[in-house]
């Protein structure tokens, strides 16, 4: 007899109750032929699934009524509702400063955001579990929510993570911060890891510019470049989840490593502040290039400063370089430069797209994130979300009473 080849009904199951919680959620009263239209299945499986859903607390089932357009053999419509409230999750993002933590309801709506820096920049691994600790606790009590409620956190890492949640192990640090380990220690939760620029990924497709594309990259860019990459809908990670690591560029002809936009920003604003002694830039920062800032080289560029204007070409020109590497080896539909970078990085997309074609026959579109410096974390709330979705069969919402334990 022939074993293994077909799908077990459980997973089937699950599959199909994926499908329907996405349909679902934000789209209000749904009746049993509307859900039957948004995915494909059959009323049977729609109806069983449905009441499946409901027993767990998934959904809700309102009164019946008449009207609705939705009878079967004269009876009226059965009525089913996605409920946001019946559980959470927690999207965290570990940077090298500070913790930036978003509760969310099920249908992604962010209950609180909070964001804690660290005391110094190399914090001990102990240290650093505290801060995860309370900002945890202080997220969740200006959510209103309990502890209990939370079904997955999603930890988004400076580091190479594999498609199993596991970081590359010639990352030190995060062998010596085992933050599933600990999380789950600590609070009972269902913890997952990523890659923080894959993050920035989901978030990017889900909430910010590059909602419907499926073939995407989002480059954090502020400090250090690195980059989250969509092919056709679908989060690349490589065998070790190396993929999207930008190591590579200190090959490349005029842009010899990962330092990101602020770092050369501010780089290249002192080299300015040397060279030139009218440049705006002295003003700024008070004549102190210690105290310059890559937000204060954006700003005297678009005040006219020539000495900046000249220092953005250059980032401009560095830029175009490295995403016309990348875009001609994955071929993206789009490139958004994303991180606390973003919002001043809008000025250097002119002068990237007139260059681009210089390094890449398919140059892609160019855009800023809108998301802010909270796109990591946003982005570990979907991630949690997909999580919860996927194994909505398996998880038991803090909506209903938990049962009884055996005898």
Same mark, same amino acid.
């Given at each position: 007899?022939?074993?293994?080849?077909?799908?077990?009904?459980?997973?089937?199951?699950?599959? /199909?109750?994926?499908?329907?919680?996405?349909?679902? &959620?934000?789209?209000?009263?749904?009746?049993?032929?509307?859900?039957?239209?948004?995915?494909?299945?059959?009323?049977?499986?729609?109806?069983? %699934?449905?009441?499946?859903?409901?027993?767990?607390?998934? @959904?809700? $089932?309102?009164? /019946?009524?008449?009207?609705?357009? =939705?009878?079967?053999?004269? &009876?009226?419509?059965?009525?089913?509702?996605?409920?946001?409230?019946?559980?959470?999750?927690?999207?965290?993002?570990?940077?090298?400063?500070?913790?930036?933590?978003? #509760?969310?309801?099920?249908?992604?709506?962010?209950?609180?955001? #909070?964001?804690?820096?660290?005391?110094? *920049?190399?914090?001990?691994?102990?240290?650093?579990?505290?801060?995860?600790?309370?900002?945890?606790? $202080?997220?969740?009590? $200006?959510?209103?929510?309990?502890?209990?409620?939370?079904?997955?956190?999603?930890?988004?890492?400076?580091?190479? #993570?594999?498609?199993?949640?596991?970081?590359?192990?010639?990352?030190?640090?995060?062998?010596?911060?085992?933050?599933?380990?600990?999380?789950?220690?600590?609070?009972?939760?269902?913890?997952?890891?990523?890659?923080?620029?894959? @993050? !920035?990924?989901?978030? +990017?497709?889900?909430?910010?510019?590059?909602?419907?594309?499926? /073939?995407?990259?989002?480059?954090?860019?502020?400090?250090?470049?690195?980059?989250?990459?969509?092919?056709?809908?679908?989060?690349?990670?490589?065998?070790?989840?190396?993929?999207?690591?930008?190591?590579?560029?200190?090959?490349?002809?005029?842009?010899?490593?990962? *330092?990101?936009?602020?770092? *050369?920003?501010?780089?290249?604003?002192? +080299?300015?502040?040397?060279?030139?002694?009218?440049?705006? @830039? &002295?003003?700024?920062?008070?004549?102190?290039?210690?105290?310059?800032?890559?937000?204060?080289?954006?700003?005297?560029?678009? =005040?006219?400063?020539?000495?900046?204007?000249?220092?953005?070409? &250059?980032?401009?020109?560095?830029?175009?370089?490295? %995403?016309?590497?990348?875009?001609?080896?994955?071929?993206? $539909?789009?490139?958004?430069?994303?991180?606390?970078?973003?919002?001043? !990085?809008?000025?250097?997309?002119?002068?990237?797209?007139?260059?681009?074609?210089?390094?890449?026959?398919?140059?892609?579109?160019?855009?800023?994130?809108?998301?802010?410096?909270?796109?990591?974390?946003?982005?570990?709330?979907?991630?949690?979300?997909?999580?919860?979705?996927?194994?909505?069969?398996?998880?038991?919402?803090?909506?209903?009473?938990?049962?009884?334990?055996?005898?």
């Amino acid at each position: 007899m022939q074993t293994g080849t077909a799908p077990s009904t459980q997973l089937v199951r699950r599959v /199909n109750a994926s499908a329907m919680l996405k349909a679902m &959620r934000g789209a209000g009263v749904l009746t049993g032929t509307e859900l039957m239209d948004s995915t494909g299945l059959s009323r049977a499986t729609v109806i069983s %699934i449905c009441d499946e859903l409901v027993r767990l607390g998934w @959904l809700q $089932e309102l009164e /019946n009524q008449r009207g609705t357009g =939705d009878y079967v053999k004269g &009876r009226p419509a059965r009525r089913f509702v996605f409920d946001d409230g019946a559980a959470s999750v927690l999207g965290i993002d570990i940077g090298a400063t500070k913790i930036t933590a978003i #509760v969310a309801n099920m249908a992604g709506t962010s209950l609180s955001k #909070v964001t804690m820096p660290f005391r110094t *920049y190399n914090v001990p691994a102990d240290e650093r579990a505290d801060v995860l600790d309370r900002i945890a606790a $202080e997220a969740l009590k $200006e959510a209103g929510v309990s502890a209990d409620s939370v079904l997955a956190v999603s930890v988004g890492v400076a580091a190479p #993570v594999s498609r199993d949640g596991e970081v590359l192990t010639a990352q030190e640090f995060w062998k010596s911060f085992d933050v599933r380990r600990i999380v789950s220690e600590r609070h009972g939760w269902h913890v997952l890891l990523e890659n923080d620029a894959n @993050l !920035a990924a989901l978030a +990017e497709r889900w909430q910010g510019t590059a909602q419907g594309v499926d /073939n995407l990259v989002v480059m954090l860019a502020s400090d250090r470049l690195g980059s989250g990459i969509l092919e056709s809908g679908r989060l690349l990670h490589g065998q070790l989840g190396g993929f999207g690591e930008l190591g590579y560029l200190e090959n490349v002809d005029g842009v010899g490593d990962t *330092y990101g936009i602020a770092h *050369y920003a501010v780089l290249w604003g002192r +080299e300015a502040l040397d060279a030139s002694a009218t440049t705006k @830039l &002295r003003e700024l920062c008070g004549g102190d290039p210690a105290a310059l800032t890559s937000e204060m080289v954006f700003k005297a560029a678009a =005040d006219g400063d020539l000495a900046a204007a000249k220092a953005l070409d &250059r980032l401009a020109h560095r830029m175009a370089r490295a %995403i016309g590497s990348i875009s001609t080896l994955l071929n993206p $539909e789009l490139v958004v430069i994303a991180g606390a970078v973003a919002a001043s !990085a809008h000025a250097l997309i002119p002068g990237m797209e007139k260059q681009m074609p210089e390094f890449t026959f398919t140059p892609p579109r160019l855009a800023t994130s809108t998301l802010g410096d909270g796109i990591v974390s946003l982005g570990a709330v979907r991630h949690a979300l997909d999580y919860v979705e996927d194994h909505a069969l398996d998880l038991y919402p803090a909506s209903l009473p938990k049962p009884a334990a055996a005898g």
